[in-house]
T-cell receptor, first 114, second 117 residues
């Protein structure tokens, strides 16, 4: 498909487990964003990549959260030692240019921590 | 202070009628952009409409229009001729051009719209 894809779509983890969430942006898109959306709320910014460089990680809630985009395309958001408060939908978005107004969102990964 | 405020948590609207969703924002950046997204129950965020801070005209996209009042810092979304498929969460978001790398979006809390037949 031509859109942003994310996998898995649903993830259930026991408290304390590590999880890895994948984002495949639209081919050629320079910018990639991760957002966290708690139930009933708007998305909250986590981190931003321009190609492989992570230029902004100010939204990562703790050092348990780590993101990478080693080759400037696919990105992985890793959460170590998951806690119940990490339960949320994790959205990935990409845009063609660094200053692009139009950005495309993926379907999200719903993480439930038991 | 909240950067994006959506004061209506939920709204009912009759099919075929128009509905206005409120959004106010707070920024000191002279260059910014305002977005509206629709999020159906399936979860994907669908881009609806964009307004740049320097745009002279209010943005329109089909049945969607943005009532941009810069002095009041408001960017209300108007959906005309509501359809059952318009039932969803609607989010207002802002991009501040100079505040952060990559022009990240800051979202409001959303408004849930339910269209009644």
């Amino acid at each position: 498909g031509a859109g942003v894809s994310q996998s898995p779509r649903y993830k259930v983890a026991k408290r304390g487990q590590d999880v890895a969430l994948r984002c495949d942006p639209i081919s050629g898109h320079v910018s990639l964003f991760w957002y966290q959306q708690a139930l009933g709320q708007g998305p909250e910014f986590l981190t931003y990549f321009q190609n492989e460089a992570q230029l902004d990680k100010s939204g990562l809630p703790s050092d348990r959260f780590f993101a990478e985009r080693p080759e400037g395309s696919v990105s992985t958001l890793k959460i170590q030692r998951t806690q119940q408060e990490d339960s949320a939908v994790y959205l990935c978005a990409s845009s063609l240019r660094t200053s692009g107004s139009l950005r495309y969102f993926g379907p999200g990964t719903r993480l439930t921590v038991l | 202070a909240q950067k994006i405020t959506q004061t209506q948590p939920g709204m009912f609207v009759q099919e075929k009628e128009a509905v206005t969703l409120d959004c106010t924002y707070d920024t000191s950046d002279p260059s910014y952009g305002l977005f509206w997204y629709k999020q159906p129950s399936s979860g994907e965020m669908i881009f609806l409409i964009y307004q740049g801070s320097y745009d002279q005209q209010n943005a329109t996209e089909g049945r969607y229009s943005l009532n941009f009042q810069k002095a009041r810092k408001s960017a209300n979304l108007v959906i005309s001729a509501s359809q059952l498929g318009d039932s969803a969460m609607y989010f207002c978001a802002m991009r501040e051009a100079f505040k952060a790398a990559g022009n990240k979006l800051t979202f409001g809390g959303g408004t849930r719209v339910l269209v009644k037949p």
